[in-house]
């Protein structure tokens, strides 16, 4: 119907190589891209800066997560924490004086640091130890924060971004141009996650997931394709943590990136669907937002069915749905929402004629 | 005066040491047979002590303990039967997200089936002090500990019956048992259970030691630590790595707290759980099968 | 792997959408004549325990409120929601209840009142923080936002401390003090207050730090315990608060010379059993018992007459429920003089200076009078000693706001730090 379709027909190599082959999805990214853009201008600022924004920064930072583990296949527990080390570092370069963008760059840089030292246990052990390895960097992360009041703050552990400027000229102080901020940072991740797959970076990456021993045979430096996929997963994570910290919480706090928030981004990347870029978009929204609904619309649900629940087991209904969707999720639909979106849009592809092969899928 | 004061560390820490333990066995238990870290065992060691408060309200302390058993028993089997055997040929992160996911599920269970504030639970124990010599001992603690030590006994009796030694082929090479005509799947739902009721004795004692509530559900982070440094297919390891846990956190914070002037007991954890990855990933009594490249 | 998805999954995740779009369009659209405030409170985590009963008292006074025809012609709302105690998702519900026009705002927690400070120096919104959050708040000039109206952590320290002053006969000098704390910003926050103290009085103290979430205190307890102290001051809230009183039971400390910071209640000594716990002693800055007329208004016209409570009746009238409900009689208080002042519609700026008009105002017996001014949000600050009989909790000595150079000293110095820094 929308995607009028019928086979491949490309006659080039260029045409063969776009990442959207079909024309009505090209204009439906364009779409997109544009009403994400303009969004500051209509879209009432609740839903802008206490839905949007923050679930951009989410699925930028899934999408880091996800070089890591749904591409080179290695679990991380403790990605929050990489985060927290971008973000405290950028706050404190800017504090200290630094313009915004050299901050973002620091934390990106200590950030990476920081993973090729988690990545260096990778070379010693895997799967699970890997997984447990990480998850004691995230404490470990979380100790240093609390405990050294030179990073931390002390006792006040609450730690104020400065207001900064893009370039030295623009500021970044009203809603939209945090918006707009984040959104530049997400755009270039998804750019770059949408084209590394093709590139020899992101093949070795996909050899060492599948079987590292094949991996090596074919001539793939595990150990250094290990590492790269260490620190550039943590690059992308120290500045989506920096750019979380400046633009939506405009503070830092340890909690920010505690073990929980781990898991949520763990179960942003596996509910939307591993090694996939919408997976992560969906999967971040997903995530963030349904808790929201269910604390804001269960009570009025449950008051119209003559349910009045105390506050106190409304606050656990939720924390229960929560780890129910994540239960749910892996059960009924291991890969996630990418690939429910995959087969509504493989429905379509050929509607009506659904007797029809489906060559785009 | 000095060794009397370090005697009484190393020993109450000892004895709270193998209280961790409790928690770990059940880690140990699902790990052995099916390679799976079980991030929810101190949910389900919250939710056995949730039960264990409700159950004794009604029927007595032992009955109570006794019914919570055989709840956990089945909650177990279903946890398998339901939820982690469809993980089978799925990635391992897969499998670990199965049981965070889970984890979250019954820790918000228990406040909400039962209120979120603590509940008191008494196993009948003075809580006046006892002092064997000179050295103060916590009557809930010991036991505790006793109970750890009564359940690795058992566990290791138990492994030596046909039904264990099922298990100990399943842990051994999961393949192989099932083309001699082992029931896999029945055996790693036995290890569930089984971890279920470790988790209903450690939930009994944790809770008269702490109250019932939510917060214990955080011994999986000392679990997770007891259960690494001991090996994470080792019955024996993890009460040994309790033991040696316990002793260290005790001992370190109670001399070196006054010198920093912080609590350093956390980091003593972790620091164990870093170094036994970095320098003994299989740890103190593990096998020694860990692929490295 | 299914490679379809099974039909009713996708069937439910339309429905969740469609909840969705219901949920995003029931918060908006606002009613006339509504006075609104919030709580992004734990409800989940460590602070639980009392939170509960603080927002059970609110929903209670706001319910009794309304029933009598609301505050000069307004309407009371009670916004909740649980931010399991972590600052981000706090400033998340803060945004959204802004927006839904909420004027006051209660976080119950340190770490969310931290986080909250400058965003309602921003919005002009007020932020209340009984008897938590930071102690340099009390200075209304740096915070005109903010308003603790009640002791901050320093003076209750500085009144725990001046009890053992009083009980040595006012010459403590040589006595043995253990102070054992949660090692957490808000169990080290008064640190600073009991070394200065403990130098101009000459006792010799120790600190004890127990690693949160503090459930477990056996180390901690055995050190206490090799130091052999004549008193103990004990900093901690939550689960680990029975914690603490277990253990000094159990190395055989006096619980008579054991003093709590203000966050121990009735359910933590049900915890610890309530016969056994005989003799704690903590500070106090509230009235509890059922013994004040609108404490007994509500459980008649609330719980007996409407049939309208929010949570068992039994905890009415107990130490937080009390702490909650004195919030909400000091911002009908407010909103009342508020709207008699400055007249409609009400905003975050009108509140505030009938916050600070408050002279010697009481809550209805829920408070040592209170007098708040435009450079003093602390209100006098004044506590009293408490001690639990085995059954309720008894006045052991009265309300005082002892050593007050040296609270003023450590405002001064914080306030400062939060001016140049803005932390």
């Known amino acids: 119907m929308f995607y009028r379709q019928c086979g491949v027909r490309h006659v080039s190599y260029a045409a063969d190589w776009q990442l959207w082959p079909l024309r009505f999805e090209r204009l439906q990214v364009g779409a997109l891209l544009l009403a994400a853009a303009s969004a500051p201008l209509w879209l009432p600022g609740l839903y802008l800066g206490s839905y949007a924004l923050p679930v951009i920064i989410f699925a930028t930072a899934t999408l880091g997560l996800d070089l890591i583990m749904g591409r080179a296949g290695q679990i991380h527990v403790g990605y929050a924490a990489i985060m927290a080390v971008g973000a405290y570092t950028a706050v404190h370069a800017v504090r200290a004086g630094a313009p915004f963008e050299v901050g973002l760059l620091a934390a990106g840089l200590a950030s990476a640091l920081v993973g090729l030292v988690a990545g260096a246990t990778a070379l010693r052990v895997k799967g699970l130890y890997l997984a447990i390895g990480t998850l004691a960097l995230q404490f470990l992360v979380e100790w240093v924060i609390v405990h050294v009041p030179a990073i931390g703050g002390g006792a006040q552990t609450t730690l104020q971004a400065p207001a900064v400027r893009v370039l030295g000229v623009a500021p970044v102080t009203t809603l939209g141009a945090r918006y707009w901020v984040a959104l530049a940072w997400c755009v270039l991740v998804t750019a770059y996650m949408l084209n590394v797959g093709r590139t020899g970076f992101g093949r070795a990456l996909v050899a060492l997931r599948e079987r590292d021993y094949a991996a090596a045979v074919l001539g793939v430096h595990v150990f250094r394709y290990k590492l790269l996929a260490f620190s550039v997963s943590s690059f992308v994570g120290g500045i989506t943590g920096a750019v979380l910290a400046f633009t939506y919480y405009r503070a830092v706090t340890p909690e920010q990136f505690g073990l929980d928030v781990s898991i949520q981004l763990l179960a942003m990347g596996l509910i939307g669907g591993l090694g996939r870029v919408l997976g992560s978009f969906l999967g971040a929204a997903f995530v963030f937002v349904v808790p929201i609904v269910i604390s804001t619309a269960l009570p009025g649900a449950l008051e119209a069915a003559g349910l009045g629940l105390p506050v106190a087991v409304l606050s656990h209904l939720q924390i229960i749905v929560y780890g129910a969707l994540i239960v749910g999720f892996l059960l009924l639909e291991p890969l996630g929402l990418a690939k429910i979106y995959d087969n509504v849009r493989s429905y379509f592809l050929v509607w009506p004629f659904g007797y029809a092969r489906r060559t785009m899928g | 005066m000095t060794l009397v004061f370090l005697t009484e560390l190393a020993v109450n820490g000892a004895l709270v040491g193998l209280m961790y333990s409790l928690v770990a066995l059940g880690i140990v238990l699902v790990y052995k047979s099916s390679s799976v870290f079980n991030f929810a065992q101190g949910a389900l060691v919250m939710l056995a002590a949730y039960l264990v408060w409700a159950g004794s309200r009604v029927v007595g302390v032992v009955g109570g303990v006794l019914a919570a058993a055989a709840a956990m028993a089945l909650l177990g089997l279903g946890i398998e039967r339901f939820a982690l055997r469809r993980m089978i040929g799925q990635p391992l992160a897969m499998a670990l997200m199965l049981t965070l996911g889970l984890e979250i599920l019954l820790r918000g269970l228990g406040p909400a089936a039962w209120g979120a504030d603590t509940k008191r639970f008494d196993l009948g124990l003075a809580e006046a002090p006892l002092f064997l010599g000179d050295v103060l001992v916590n009557r809930t603690y010991l036991a505790g500990g006793a109970a750890a030590l009564v359940l690795l006994v058992l566990f290791a009796l138990f492994f030596r019956t046909r039904v264990g030694i099922t298990l100990r082929a399943v842990s051994d090479d999961q393949v192989a048992s099932w083309s001699i ?6 055996a790693v739902g036995l290890s569930w259970a089984l971890a279920a009721l470790a988790a209903t004795v450690g939930g009994t004692f944790w809770a008269a030691v702490q109250g019932v509530d939510w917060s214990v559900s955080l011994l999986l982070v000392k679990a997770t630590a007891v259960a690494i440094l001991g090996g994470l297919d080792s019955l024996a390891g993890a009460v040994i790595a309790g033991f040696a846990v316990g002793v260290t956190e005790s001992v370190v914070s109670g001399y070196l707290d006054q010198v ?3 609590g350093t007991k956390e980091i003593v954890t972790l620091a164990l759980i870093l170094l ?12 020694e099968i860990i692929e490295r490249i | 792997m299914s490679a379809r998805t099974p039909r009713w999954l996708v069937g439910v995740l339309l429905g969740a959408l ?28 460590v602070y639980t325990f009392a939170v509960e009963e603080i927002v059970q008292a609110q929903k209670d006074y706001v319910e009794l409120l309304n029933l009598k025809g609301g505050v000069s012609g307004h309407r009371f709302e009670f916004l909740v ?41 921003e919005d002009r919104i007020v932020l209340g923080q009984m008897f938590v959050g930071r102690g340099d708040a009390v200075d209304g000039r740096t915070f005109p936002y903010v308003f603790p109206m009640g002791a901050t952590y320093w003076q209750q320290m500085a009144r725990a401390v001046e009890h053992i002053r009083e009980r040595e006969g006012g010459a403590p000098r040589g006595k043995k003090v253990a102070f054992v704390y949660i090692d957490s910003p808000f169990g080290r926050e008064p640190l600073p207050v009991l070394e200065e103290l403990a130098r101009r009085l000459g006792l010799e103290w120790k600190g004890f730090p127990v690693p949160s979430p503090a459930t477990e205190q056996s180390a901690a307890w055995t050190q206490v315990r090799a130091f052999r102290p004549d008193w103990a001051i004990i900093w901690f809230a939550g689960p680990s608060t029975p914690a603490a009183v277990r253990e000094a039971l159990r190395i055989g400390f006096p619980l008579d010379h054991l003093i709590s910071v203000v966050w121990i209640g009735e359910s933590d000594m049900k915890v610890v059993g309530e016969a056994r716990a005989r003799g704690v002693l903590r500070v106090e800055g509230w009235h509890t018992g059922r013994d004040v007329a609108v404490v007994q208004e509500i459980v008649r016209e609330v719980y007996e007459k409407a049939r309208k409570g929010h949570g068992p009746v039994e905890r009415v009238g107990w130490t937080y429920y009390n702490i909650g409900l004195a919030e909400v009689v000091q911002l009908e208080e407010a909103v009342r003089v508020a709207l008699r002042t400055s007249g409609e519609p009400l905003t975050g700026e009108k509140l505030k200076r009938a916050l600070e008009s408050f002279r010697n105002f009481d809550a209805r017996g829920l408070r040592p009078p209170l007098t708040i001014t435009a450079e003093d949000h602390g209100g006098g600050q004044l506590t ?5 009989d085995g059954a309720r909790w008894t006045t052991v000595s009265g309300w005082k706001a002892p050593f007050q150079d040296v609270v003023a000293e450590q405002v001064r110095k914080s306030a400062e730090e939060f001016r140049r820094s803005g932390r």
């Open chain 2, 181 to 186: 005509g082992i029931r896999v799947e029945r």
């Open chain 2, 260 to 262: 920093v002037g912080g």
């Open chain 2, 276 to 287: 036994t990855i970095l320098l003994r990933p299989h740890g103190l009594m593990g096998r």
């Open chain 3, 18 to 45: 469609t909840l969705l779009g219901a949920g995003l369009a029931a918060e908006t659209g606002a009613a006339e004549k509504v006075f609104r405030f919030a709580c992004a409170c734990d409800l989940t985590k």
């Open chain 3, 81 to 121: 929601e649980d931010s399991g105690n972590e600052p981000q998702r706090a400033l998340e519900i803060y945004e959204r209840f802004k927006r839904q026009g909420a004027l006051y705002f209660d976080g119950w927690s340190t770490p969310i009142g931290k986080a909250l400070t400058p965003r309602v120096l």
């Open chain 3, 384 to 388: 009293r000693i408490g001690q639990w």
